[in-house]
């Protein structure tokens, strides 16, 4: 179990426990609330694998709990049986989103759900600069999943944390299985994609569906740059305007690589020689893509029409 959530869009279900299944294990489960000043015995869930898992044995799960008359639950588990009292030394999520917000009402405007730190990733530079162009694009909240990462990023992800620019959400996968470094498994191996890719940009989706009324989902070596406004905001309200039912929206990939270079060197900054990672500043050649081979995207939605989301599209929806 990953994070709990009240489903608002939904009739006769309450909650969705977003989690992570063995694919060929599944077994009846019950959902077991804890509703203010009592348990409740567990009723049947509603057990939905998601479509993504690129071949590896676990996957993004969503288990939907269905209504319970008479109680308003505040915490949620997973049992086998359906009694009550042997599930309450399980650990017990706390149901987030109780509240339906309105737009109105929402902390911010644009966020942006970076998935999975790991390894010894210190490319401080790099993420950097690509934090101060989101602030510059009018993104206000980022949030990063972390397993692990270099000494350097660590400081850097404290300050703009401390900040309030920044969201970390501590991400120990590896302490539960055996995660994949990459997204093949006939190559990379593991039980998980990517650490658990799919799982936190799903999890990101929901957990800020009542707080902001963007979501963009991209990785970190990349950014969703507007070449015709200033802004990422300016550029929405014209999308919104022409397509006023869409609420996701693909964005073509283009690669910049890093082995080509600004010849003009008005990038070398002698302050930034000794920082570690990637001047992205440098990199200003765009490969022209080959349109005959799969092109991918990544995407900005507005969350609450998202109801399971893959990496480079949205798998099921409401809008």
Known sequence: MVGAYKEHRLKG???RIISIFRRDS????????????HWANGMKAEVQMHSDHFGFHFVTTDVLCPNLPDCNPSHVTLATQADAKLAQNQTFLRIQNLVKREEEEFQFNFTVCWSNLFGEY????????TLEMYRLLGVQHVVVYNTSCGPDLERLLQSYTQEGFVEV???PIDQHMN?????????????????????????CVYRHMYQSRYVLLNDIDEIIAPYQHQTLPQMMDVLQRQNPKAEVFLIE????????????????RPRWRDVPGINIMEHIYREEPDYRIYHPSKMIV???AVEQTSVHSVLRNFG
């Open 26 to 37: 599944v077994q009846p489960l019950y959902c077991v609330f804890y509703c203010g000043t």
């Open 253 to 268: 990939n283009h690669i910049f690589p890093k082995s080509q270079f600004d010849p003009s060197g008005r990038f070398e």
């Open 302 to 304: 507005r969350p609450r």
């Open 179 to 203: 995660p994949s470094r990459g997204w093949q498994l006939s190559e990379h191996g593991g039980d998980i994609h990517y650490y658990g890719q799919l799982t936190t940009l799903n999890d």
């Open 13 to 15: 279900r309450t909650v």
């Open 122 to 129: 210190n490319n401080v530079l790099q993420v950097t600069q």
């Open 169 to 171: 959400v501590p991400w």
